[in-house]
C-alpha cells in the first residue's frame, strides 16, 4: 500500500516535530509559515496553499498542507533567483578558481576577444563581472 505522503514530506514533519494531521489556527499558520495574517489570506486566495473552510471567515490547516506548501517553496541551492540582481565583480584570484586558467592564459583569451573583458575599478585594479564569467564557463 502506497503513503498517502511522499517522503519529503514526512522527513519534514519528523525534523520539525509535528504531526501531519494537526490543526493549525490561521494564526498558528502564519507564525509557522513566518508571514503575516494577509500574507497568509493571500495565499489561499491565489489557491497556492491548500486549507480547511470552517464558517465563513474561518479556515484551519492541517500540518500536511502547510509542510505541502513549504516543499514547493524549496529551490535547488545552484539555482539562480534572479537574473536581473546587480553583479558582482570578482578579483582575478577568483576567475583563476572559476576558471582553472592562469593569468597569463585569462590576458591571451581576453586580448584574442575569447573571455570577459575586464572592469577598471581603480586606476591599478581591475575585476570581471561574476555573471559574464559564469556564462563564459557555460560555453566552454
Known amino acids: ?35 503575516t495574517l494577509d500574507m497568509l489570506t493571500d495565499l ?17 490547516f492541517f500540518g500536511f498542507q502547510l509542510l505541502e506548501y513549504l516543499a514547493q517553496q524549496i529551490q535547488p541551492a545552484n539555482e539562480v533567483k534572479d537574473i536581473n540582481t546587480p553583479d558582482k ?10 576558471t ?3 593569468r597569463t592564459s585569462i590576458w591571451r583569451l581576453e ?4 573571455f570577459c573583458a575586464r572592469v577598471q575599478l581603480t586606476a591599478s585594479r581591475v575585476g570581471w563581472r561574476y555573471n559574464e564569467v559564469q556564462k563564459w564557463i557555460k560555453s566552454c
Not at 491548500?50 to 484551519?60: H, L, P, R, V
Not at 586580448?111 to 575569447?114: F, K, Y
Open 1 to 35: 500500500m502506497q503513503q498517502p505522503f511522499n517522503q519529503q514530506i514526512c522527513d519534514m514533519a519528523d525534523s520539525m516535530g509535528i504531526s501531519l494531521y494537526s490543526r493549525f489556527s490561521q494564526t498558528e499558520a502564519s507564525l509557522f509559515l513566518h508571514c
Open 44 to 60: 489561499q486566495k491565489q489557491h497556492k496553499i491548500e486549507y480547511i473552510q470552517i464558517a465563513k471567515d474561518t479556515s484551519e
Open 89 to 98: 565583480i570578482i578579483d582575478i584570484k577568483e576567475v583563476q578558481k572559476l
Open 100 to 102: 582553472n586558467l592562469s
Open 111 to 114: 586580448r584574442a576577444g575569447r
